[in-house]
């Protein structure tokens, strides 16, 4: 299943389920990806790093945005894009 939320800050926040991919273990069984154009995400990126399994650093990427991914301290998949502004 998808979810989408949008913050009044103007981020999307999106969620969705991975249990075909992997086996089942508490806490990888979701990816929550969060998006938007303001930096105050590279803030978000480094604080949830804290004890985390960063899988991509936060840096740009092809597409011309920044974007990073890790796995919280708690087995939570985290995916950041800030999109560019062009």
């Not at 840096?59 to 890790?70: C, K, M, N, P, V």
């Amino acid at each position: 299943m998808h979810a989408t939320l949008r913050t009044p800050d103007g981020y999307t926040l999106m969620g969705w389920d991975v249990r075909e991919k992997m086996p089942f273990h508490p806490g990888n069984n979701v990816a929550v990806f969060l998006v938007g154009d303001d930096a105050r995400l590279r803030g978000y990126f480094e604080k949830l790093s804290a004890g985390a399994t960063v899988t991509l650093p936060l840096d740009r990427q092809s597409w011309g945005d920044e974007a990073g991914s890790l796995v919280d301290q708690f087995g939570i998949t985290w995916m950041v894009n800030i999109t560019q502004q062009f």
